[in-house]
């Protein structure tokens, strides 16, 4: 029996790519899945998919960047399966460009998405985590916080930041009761570059999606191995990318 079998899991970002294909084998292997995302049309068939196959799954309609909105995903999970074992905040956005096109806005919405959406997770999670006496927070960050490229300076910086924010997590709670993991996945094949304003920064990532991107079920499986792991046992950083990436 899988060891994330009955497992309690909630995920934002799950209508599509890093976020539905860890819904999906988290299913698969037994645990129950709460998915969050903007996009209930598509959540609401991902989840009756997974029902159809066996598994349980429930959706909440989650806008990261509003507070009450990570806290009723939590709570959903909590009133429909009695617990949080694991948060996987998910969702993000790349407003990817140079630094001199003064995309203030998009450097806005990247913060608000990308790192305050986290702390929103972490805000409603922790509670439970703790009177629980455990938990686990796993976050995508990104190889773009690994290796600093010409158009994601901003991007990475988000990116870094929660790296950041979880190592900082991670050091403050050394009692047993939470576990923090960052995985940094590299080319992917997601919907992300969906979120890239500037047409030629995003078409070079689309290319390099296409060309050596990997396929969203790889990070899916990294994630579960991290979460998998017994307790005492902390898979803090996972880095995942392409043999071909360099």
């Known amino acids: 029996m899988s060891a994330i079998n009955d497992k309690v899991v909630a995920i934002t970002g799950a209508s599509s790519g890093i976020g539905e294909a860890t819904a999906r084998l988290l299913a698969e292997r037994g645990a129950a ?4 995302a903007r996009r209930t049309r598509r959540l609401d068939e991902i989840a009756r998919d997974i029902r159809d196959r066996g598994g349980r799954a429930i ?6 960047t509003r507070r009450e909105d990570l806290e009723g995903l939590v709570g959903s ?6 617990r949080l074992d694991v948060l996987v905040g998910n969702a993000g956005i790349a407003k990817i460009g140079p630094v001199a096109d003064l995309d203030v806005d998009g450097w806005s919405a990247m913060i ?3 790192l305050r959406g986290l702390l929103h ?8 985590f703790r009177r629980q006496g455990h938990g686990h927070l796993v976050a995508t960050v990104s190889t773009a916080g690994l290796t600093i490229t010409p158009t994601m ?15 900082g997590l991670r050091q403050e709670s050394t009692d047993g009761v939470l576990r923090t993991t960052a995985v940094s996945p590299g080319f992917v094949r997601t919907e992300l570059a969906d979120s890239i304003d500037n047409s030629q920064v995003r078409e070079q990532i689309l290319r390099n999606m296409e060309k050596i991107g990997i396929a969203p079920e790889a990070v899916a499986r990294a994630i579960a191995f991290a979460i998998e792991q017994p307790r005492d046992v902390e898979i803090s950083d996972i880095t995942i990318r392409p043999t071909t990436q360099g």
């Open 33 to 36: 899945v709460v998915l969050g």
């Open 59 to 64: 959706t909440r309609a989650v806008d990261v």
């Open 77 to 82: 999970a909590v009133t429909e399966f009695g």
């Open 112 to 114: 608000d998405v990308n």
């Open 121 to 128: 997770g972490i805000s409603a999670a922790l509670p439970v």
């Open 153 to 167: 300076a901003v991007y990475a910086a988000t990116k870094n930041a929660v790296r950041t924010l979880l190592e």
